[in-house]
């Protein structure tokens, strides 16, 4: 019988032929998650040096068909970790994104010092930045929320699995009895949807697999921050603070909404690639 390394070269020829850019990575990824094993472990290094189970076999080809078929390496994995924490994804729920901690770091930086924080996260998908935010903050009470079915079993499951205290409110974040329910907040935080129409015929194949509603944010790419910083400015504290993630480009923009909304103090923070990714502002101090 043969070891598993065959099989490896196989599956990552048959990513990199698919357009698969980390395919070594995907590849070990994938076939760890076949073996359950973690694939930086010395368990997983010794495991392909063993002869090949059928079954296992079987299980790594069918990941690598569904990834090579442009499935999110991870919704296959089912689990992706967010700021140093683990949170489950899967079809219905956008994909914690690295750029996204940039908005977390911001928010934990101008909030560090505060004390029995109210936090708000609005289009909370999986949950990843309210967690990261409770985890990393002196929170008295953490707010998601979250209009998806999908999206908030995932939430659900994610508060439960981080230990968190975090709550769920069911609802569009634009709907103002929505807003009525929530508490008035310290901080708000919001990745919401930014992409603009044309960024939605030239998505990559694997964003394809993301819901439509947590990506597209109207012809302009604009429509949640105008009504976001409408309706939810009432619900922030005087010298609070609300957090945006942003798309490229797009920081003079949701500047100057916020400048227009009375927000004070507004700025903008680039990410690990040199992208602004985050504007916040906060409520004048009485």
Known sequence: MSTYKKLIETVRLGLIKAGIENAEYE??????LALGIDCRSGEFLKAVEDDVSGEVAAQFLAFADRRKKGEPLQYILGEW????????????V?????DTETVVESAVEKNRKKDSLTVIDLCSGSGCIAIAAEKNLDCKRVVCIEKSAAAVRYLADNISINGSKAEIIRGDVLDG?????????DLIICNPPYLTAEDMKRLQREVRFEPES???GGADG?????DITRLWK???NAGGMMFFEIG???EQEVMNIMIQRGFVNVRTKKDLCGIYRTVFGEIPKE
């Open 27 to 32: 590849t070990k990824e994938l076939l760890g």
């Open 234 to 236: 009432q619900k922030l």
């Open 214 to 216: 947590a990506l597209f």
């Open 81 to 92: 970790e967010f700021y140093g924490l683990p949170f489950k994804v899967g079809v219905g």
């Open 248 to 250: 490229a480009g797009q």
């Open 177 to 185: 009895e929505v807003v009525k329910k929530a508490p008035q907040a």
């Open 222 to 226: 604009m429509d949640f921050y105008r």
């Open 94 to 98: 956008l994909i914690p994104r690295q």
